[in-house]
C-alpha cells in the first residue's frame, strides 16, 4: 500500500475511532471512553509519521529534480500541446504548482524540469 492510500486509511480509522468514542461519551461508558482514547492516540501518532514520510519522500524528489540540468516556466502554448513538448524534450518533467511536490518546491507556475536547455 502506498503512503497516500495508508494515510487515506488511517484518517477514516480515526474518523471512525472519534464517532465512537463520542458516542461512549454520551452514554457514559468509561471503558470504552478510555479505549477509543488510547486508539486514537495511536492512530494520530502513525499518520503523524505517514506524514513525515510523505514530506521526506517529496523532498528527496524536488532536490532531484533540482540537480537537473536546467528549467523554466512553460508558457502558456506548451502548456496546451504538453504532448508534443514531451516528444520534443527527451527527459522532460512538469511540476504543477498546485500538486504536493510542487508545494514542496515552492514554484509559483507550472515548471519544466529537464537535462538539456529545451
Given at each position: 500500500m502506498n503512503l497516500k492510500q495508508?494515510?487515506?486509511?488511517l484518517n477514516d480509522k480515526l474518523?471512525?475511532?472519534?464517532r465512537?468514542?463520542?458516542?461512549?461519551?454520551?452514554?457514559g461508558d468509561a471503558a470504552i471512553v478510555t479505549q477509543f482514547k488510547k486508539e486514537v492516540a495511536v492512530v494520530t501518532k502513525?499518520?503523524?509519521?505517514?506524514?513525515?514520510q510523505?514530506?521526506?519522500?517529496?523532498?528527496?524528489?524536488?532536490?532531484a529534480l533540482k540537480a537537473l540540468g536546467f528549467n523554466r516556466v512553460l508558457t502558456k502554448a506548451e502548456q496546451a500541446d504538453m504532448g508534443?513538448?514531451?516528444?520534443?524534450?527527451?527527459?522532460?518533467?512538469?511540476?504543477h504548482p498546485l500538486t504536493a511536490l510542487g508545494r514542496e518546491m515552492d514554484i509559483k507556475d507550472v515548471t519544466g524540469?529537464?537535462?538539456?536547455k529545451f
Open positions: 495508508e494515510l487515506q486509511t474518523d471512525k475511532f472519534r465512537k468514542l463520542a458516542a461512549a461519551e454520551q452514554r502513525r499518520i503523524a509519521s505517514i506524514k513525515g510523505q514530506t521526506r519522500q517529496f523532498s528527496q524528489e524536488g532536490s508534443k513538448l514531451h516528444k520534443a524534450v527527451k527527459g522532460l518533467i512538469v511540476v524540469f529537464a537535462p538539456t
